[in-house]
């Protein structure tokens, strides 16, 4: 079995498709080495196996509402596209969402997968509370609430400490949003404006090929205030108004893309990039990502563009976003509101391998970190040195999980520190 997007074969011996908590707990409690597989939207090895693979695509949909809370409980597997669809008819949103919603909520919160604002932390700061089935296939809870130091260590977990069966999330009350597409803003309004491009919306991406030192698009997500009139001006720092829908890669055609050119409408459908009922992205191609601490954008939005040269042969698309910082001890902005820099990059790994290593060593002094669930070479040790909270986090894996039954080649070399 591959991944969603072809790059990467598992090696799991089985897997597994438990149809109730029951069975899920006892597949748990009888495997020796063992990994939850959700929506395969990982680029690497972290979800991978040489045990079973366990899915609970067929466990029974958990959708719980708690309206005066304003949260809800729902499964492991749901996808946020399919959760969406359910909060809206109920008056609800999320407060952010990624520029895929084909991904799996317990995979993206485990990851720290994010969308783009510069006040929205990653989608795992939405989570009130988590089940998780630990090795000995009892159900362990761990809630904001009650939980302090345990809860922020439990969220972002890499899969370390057991399958997550089910998840409480916070809501808000539903809210409408507009996409407005502005074309060919310059890398120096970029350096010297950088804080007011980021605050024009409420979510902000920046594009580029890196053909030249220029950014091609400027996404500005916005939300809409009910009973009021927004005109978007033609130009903002340079950049004009796109009349056309853009695909990020601007090769490809528009047909996947949620709506665009300031039309409101539902967060849902929105805040993504890409519509659920279609391919998202271009499908065959590899991705790399990392996050800085916001302060150093500037300088390695910079440092990237020196290496434009290299990259640009290779790139599909790069693309700029920001995340506020959290205290969830291995999300990617624990303690540091940050700066992603993402590329999707051609399927080519024995080419692109060779240049990712540069990037990482412009952005060596910033100390970024990787994307858990994309491409990255960085030594083992520099991964671990960027999370001050990682030796309590190894110490509540190794309560909840002693003999390693959730562990894999990938979390013993970049977070136990093994070979």
Same mark, same amino acid.
């Given at each position: ?145 009650? $939980? ?82 927004? $005109? ?15 695909? !990020? ?20 459908? =929105? ?38 040269? =290299? ?14 910082? $959290? ?20 399927? $080519? ?38 999370? !001050? =909270? ?30």
């Amino acid at each position: 079995m591959n991944n969603w997007a072809g790059n990467y074969t598992y090696g799991a011996a089985r897997l597994h498709q438990p149809r109730s908590i029951d069975e899920l707990q006892a597949v748990v409690r009888g495997a020796r080495r063992l990994r939850a597989l959700g929506s395969r939207h990982s680029f690497n090895a972290i979800a991978d196996t040489t045990g079973d693979h366990v899915s609970l695509a067929e466990m029974p949909r958990i959708y719980d509402l708690d309206r005066a809370g304003r949260r809800v409980r729902v499964d492991g597997a749901v996808r946020y596209g399919e959760l969406a669809f359910r909060l809206q008819a109920d008056g609800f949103a999320l407060h952010n969402l990624a520029s895929l919603p084909h991904i799996s909520i317990a995979g993206a919160v485990a990851t720290a997968t994010h969308g783009s604002g510069d006040r929205s932390g990653n989608l795992a700061t939405a989570v009130a509370a988590l089940e998780v089935v630990t090795a000995n296939g009892e159900i362990v809870a761990f809630d904001r609430d009650l $939980d302090g130091d345990g809860f922020r260590g439990a969220v972002v977990a890499l899969g370390a400490l057991g399958v997550v069966s089910a998840l409480t999330l916070e809501l808000e009350p539903t809210f409408d949003v507009r996409q407005d597409l502005y074309e060919n803003v310059s890398l120096d309004m970029v350096a010297r404006h950088f804080d007011e491009i980021t605050a024009l919306a409420a979510s902000v991406s920046l594009f580029t090929e890196w053909h030249g030192p220029d950014f091609e698009q400027l996404w500005l997500k916005r939300r809409v205030v009910t009973g009021s009139s927004f $005109d978007p001006p033609g130009e903002v720092f340079g950049a004009t108004r796109a009349t056309e829908k853009i695909h !990020p890669i601007r090769r490809m055609p528009a047909d996947a893309l949620t709506e665009q050119l300031g039309v409101p409408g539902p967060w849902h459908e =929105r805040l993504p990039h890409f519509r659920l009922d279609h391919t998202p992205s271009a499908g065959a191609e590899l991705q790399t990502e990392w996050l800085i601490p916001r302060r150093h954008a500037v300088e390695a939005l910079l440092a990237v563009a020196a290496l434009r040269t =290299r990259i640009q042969p290779l790139l599909m698309v790069s693309e700029i976003r920001t995340v506020a910082s $959290d205290d969830l001890w291995l999300s990617t902005a624990f303690e540091r509101a940050s700066v992603a820099i993402h590329f999707t990059w051609q399927p $080519d790994w024995d080419r692109v391998r060779l240049v990712v290593p540069e990037i990482e060593a412009a952005l060596a002094h910033f100390v970024p970190r990787p994307h858990w669930g994309k491409l990255f070479t960085m030594a083992p040790t520099a991964v671990r040195a960027a999370y !001050p =909270r990682l030796p309590a986090f190894i110490e509540l894996a190794g309560r909840h999980d002693p003999n390693g039954k959730f562990r894999n080649a990938f979390l013993d070399r970049y977070v136990f520190g093994g070979s």
